[in-house]
């Protein structure tokens, strides 16, 4: 028997060293366009970064090998052009020898890979340009990176190889910036499980455009200018395009076989094409998704060995191995998490019209008391009715890999969340805990479908109708103080039996705290209470913080960086960091002269490590220091928030490793220092601004100016409408979402377009008051604005009302601060007077 195969890499060269070991006296020759067989594609990104140090590790198979222990025939630079399936044979050109041959066989295996999709963008060819696919692009790649040493790469689109690509260059030096086209990274996770990675990626210092794509490449002498739809333009030595790959089906097509709506070559469970002497494999084929039934191409290495070994089989024994189509399990590691998914996400059942319920649960890699526990996130998503686990994703520092591996075998063994529950891992403290996170998983869907706990979801519930739904955080004041969602009111859980007066009967009542369990214990006792309509949160005030912050990070520009506290800083110009106003911050440079008290609160979850926190600070005396590790992610932004509050000094703040280190002074009274603040005794004034009316606006400004010249420390925290007043003249154009636009188009355009609460009489009114105060020699709107910034007056834009409304940070007048609510009770903690206008 003469066995031809097509393409020599991961489904080529498997079914070639199978059909071997199965077939001693078959003829078996592979046809590789390219200069090598066989080689680790997947760990082309880290040869790039270095971390792969020898090239020859890439090569797990040389055809000298292949010829030497298996007698398999390999021709490299050897492209097949055409098939002729009626007289089986292959039109082969020798690349080198600029030759063509004719080859006959009696089975012939197509595994000729994808290629990577390049779309007609003006200047996409230029030099500097790359694509990632095979060893010469690789090999190119790293050329550029070891002799030209860029400084600044664009990488154009963020599925798992862009983002890989981000860190390895990273890594190597490159100031790196990201431009996707969607909402989100990683298109195979769901939004919230994204925004984890996004979050994750800003402490990394990766600038990253989401929503937006690029109009044209121009190359400029060494440079490359990247101009996107948006309008903005970057300026870059090197570009990866990491748009995504199409199935290489073409060929296949040319020979009548059947090529399915994606692209991708037919086959049936036996991976035979439509000609039955014709065998296709790996990301060339098209096959039936087993959970959602919808033809898919599966892009990964694992299913096409897989698929190699089945078809070596069903070529030697007759059509005796199925294939039962892949459910996409795949892992990534970005930086320092790793991000997982296998089965279905809650995107493509949508799309597939197949119902659904999902929990997000968090719980911690393994025992918290034995050192070194990390979170971990998981998305858990099955069947309404009958429990079937449809799908999961987790983002996590550790463990990630063997959860999504449990889920992936559960799914492939149409499991249910019941079976999560039964689950019986290997538990030692450093391994895990007595209930594995998947076990937890499972719990909580357990309790989803039997009805003893109701899910809503962060999207549910952000900008909800407040007259509607009432949402208790049944956190601890502390940890609500630090940062809750806007409306909520606080009463901790361990109250709530006692305030029951405080909920109403007549609402929904929604119920949050840090992840979800303490709400769990909060809806339990509502609910034995008689409450009928109550909900908790899925994944708690954790996901509903990360699922509603800015997303993307496109303020970075030259010299600054966003901190961990999500406040833009402007990096090294004099060797000092400096907020955005210009005020000097700790910075790591801050030399510790005390001995600090090390705490290790690693894995213990939100509000642990502030809470530890808390407890050593209290038995400290002042100009004591202590340094805590936490691996909460949250610690990073809640420990600044926390020592603004309570006046003591965030020294330093570092993160490694998805180990974030704190180093906190106990404060003097009356003297704290901050990243962005000095405040001193409650002599402040503060005022939240909610209202575009003309008026108030006037009435803010007016008393907020009058109390800064008494000396005053004044913030105005502006929410929803009130964002109005603070917009500029001219706007550039940033990109919009719908309701972004429409908020747009319906909202005033800054100052000026301000309207009077009453008599406004389509503008007459104000269009007087104007007249009328500039004839008193009143100050404008505009001079008001700009008196109270120069007089040290704080304008923070509400970052949870600019999200919902659209509004971006360009549209505002230069020295606004953007922050959460977090910060405006800090400030309310040091005023005497506090305003609602
Ligand atoms: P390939 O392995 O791509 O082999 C196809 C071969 O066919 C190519 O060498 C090509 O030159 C040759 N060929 C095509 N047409 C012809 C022709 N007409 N004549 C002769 N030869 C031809 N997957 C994972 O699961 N995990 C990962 O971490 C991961 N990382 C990746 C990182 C990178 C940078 C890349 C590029 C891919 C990664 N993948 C990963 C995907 C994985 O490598 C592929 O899914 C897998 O290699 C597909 O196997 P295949 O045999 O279908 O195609």
């Known amino acids: ?53 020898e090239r020859d590790r890439l090569f797990v198979q040389t055809p000298e090998n292949f010829l030497a222990n298996y007698r ?111 909402q989100q990274v990683m298109n195979v996770v769901d939004f919230e499980m994204a925004a984890m990675v996004h979050q994750h990626l800003k402490t990394k210092h ?32 090197m570009v990866i395009l990491s748009i995504g790959v199409r199935p290489e089906s073409g060929l296949a097509k040319q020979a009548g076989l059947e090529v399915g709506i994606t692209g991708g070559i037919a086959v049936n469970e036996h991976l035979q094409t439509t000609n039955p002497d014709i065998y296709a494999c790996g990301d060339a084929i098209e096959f039936p998704n087993p959970i959602t039934g919808q033809p898919t191409i599966t892009y990964l290495a694992g299913p096409a060995n897989k698929q190699g070994r089945i ?36 995107k493509s ?46 983002v996590g520092y550790e463990g990630v ?58 999207h549910q519930v952000m900008g909800c109708d407040l007259n509607e739904m009432m949402l208790v955080d049944v956190r601890t004041p502390d940890e609500h103080a630090i940062g809750s969602i806007e409306g909520a009111v606080n009463i901790p859980l361990y109250e709530i039996r006692d305030r029951l007066d405080e909920i109403p009967r007549d609402k929904t009542i929604v119920v949050f705290c840090g992840v979800g369990l303490r709400a769990y214990h909060a809806e339990r006792v509502l609910i034995q209470n008689g409450y009928a309509d109550v909900f908790n949160l899925s994944g708690g005030y954790k996901t509903f913080e990360s699922a509603t912050e800015k997303q993307s990070n496109e303020d970075i520009y030259a010299h600054d960086i966003i901190g961990k506290d999500d406040h833009i800083y402007q990096a090294e110009i004099d060797g000092v960091t400096r907020s955005a106003d210009g005020h000097p911050v700790p910075s790591p440079a801050v030399g510790i002269e005390v001995e600090p008290i090390a705490v290790d609160a690693r894995g213990l979850q939100c509000p642990g490590p502030i809470l530890r926190l808390k407890k050593e600070i209290d038995a400290l005396e002042p100009g004591a220091r202590v340094l805590e590790a936490a691996t909460d992610p949250g610690f990073a932004r809640d420990v600044a928030s926390w020592c603004t509050m309570t006046g003591n000094t965030l020294v330093r ?37 909610f209202s575009d009316d003309l008026d108030r606006a006037l009435a803010s400004l007016v008393i907020a100016n009058g109390a800064a010249s008494a000396g005053k420390e004044v913030t105005l925290f502006f929410t929803f409408w009130g964002l109005s007043i603070l917009k500029r003249d001219r706007k550039p154009r940033v990109p919009k979402d719908m309701m972004g636009r429409m908020f747009g188009w319906m909202l005033p355009g800054g100052p000026r377009d301000l309207a009077l609460s009453k008599m406004n009489m389509a503008g007459i009114g104000s269009a007087m008051m104007r007249n009328r105060m500039s004839s008193k020699n009143v100050d404008s709107l505009d001079t008001m604005l700009h008196q109270a910034i120069e007089s040290g007056v704080r304008l923070v834009a509400c ?39």
């Open 653 to 689: 703040l570092d993160e490694s490793d998805g180990t974030i280190t704190a180093l906190v002074e106990k404060g003097w009274p009356r003297s704290v220092t901050t990243a962005s603040t000095t405040t001193g005794a409650t002599t402040g004034t503060t005022m939240v601004v």
């Open 72 to 182: 398999l025939v390999v021709r490299l630079r050897h492209e097949v052009t055409a098939i002729d399936p009626d007289r089986k044979e292959i039109t082969v050109r020798d690349l080198d020898a600029d030759t063509e041959t004719t080859e006959s066989y009696d089975k012939l295996v197509l595994s000729p890979g994808a290629e990577p999709f390049k779309p007609p963008i003006p200047g996409i060819n230029s030099d500097g340009i790359f694509t990632l696919r095979s060893v010469p692009e690789t090999d190119a790649i790293k050329e550029f990176v070891d002799t030209r040493k860029p400084k600044r790469a664009v990488i154009v689109g963020a599925g798992f190889i862009g983002l890989e690509m981000a860190e390895n260059l990273h890594d190597r030096g490159v100031f790196v910036t990201i431009v996707e086209m969607a």
């Open 401 to 458: 890999d063997k959860r999504i591996d449990l889920m992936a075998t559960a799914i492939r063994h149409n499991g249910t969340v019941y079976d999560l529950t039964e689950i019986e891992h290997a538990y030692a403290p450093p391994y895990s805990s007595a209930k594995d996170p998947v076990n937890i998983a499972g719990f909580v869907a357990e309790n989803v479908l039997r009805g003893r706990s109701r899910h809503i979801h962060w």
């Open 349 to 394: 059942l949508e799309k597939a019209g197949i119902p659904y319920k999902t929990i997000i649960t968090h719980s911690s890699s393994h025992a918290g008391y034995y050192p070194g526990a990390m979170p971990m996130s998981i998305k858990t998503i099955f069947g309404p009715e009958n429990g079937r686990l449809l799908g999961a994703q987790i």
């Open 206 to 237: 990766v600038e990253f455009y989401l929503r937006d794509g690029v109009s044209s490449f121009e190359k400029r002498d060494n440079e490359i200018l990247i101009t996107l739809k948006s309008g903005r333009e970057i300026v870059a030595d």
């Open 799 to 837: 970052q949870m009302s600019m999200d919902v409304m659209g509004v971006s940070r360009e549209e505002l007048i230069d020295g606004v601060e953007i922050a959460g609510v977090a910060s405006y009770i800090e400030a309310t903690e040091h005023s005497n007077l506090n305003l609602f206008v």
């Open 1 to 53: 028997m003469r066995i031809l195969i097509i393409g020599g890499v991961a489904g080529g060269a498997t079914t070639a060293a199978r059909l071997r070991r199965i077939n001693e006296d078959a003829e078996i020759v592979i046809f590789e366009r390219g200069r090598h067989i066989s080689y680790a594609n997947c760990g082309l990104p880290y040869y790039i970064g270095g971390v792969i140090e």
């Open 311 to 346: 078809v070596a089989n069903n070529i030697v024994f007759g059509n005796t191995s199925t294939y039962g189509g892949s459910i996409q399990t795949a892992v990534a590691k970005v930086f320092d998490i790793t991000v997982a998914t296998t089965g279905a996400s809650e």
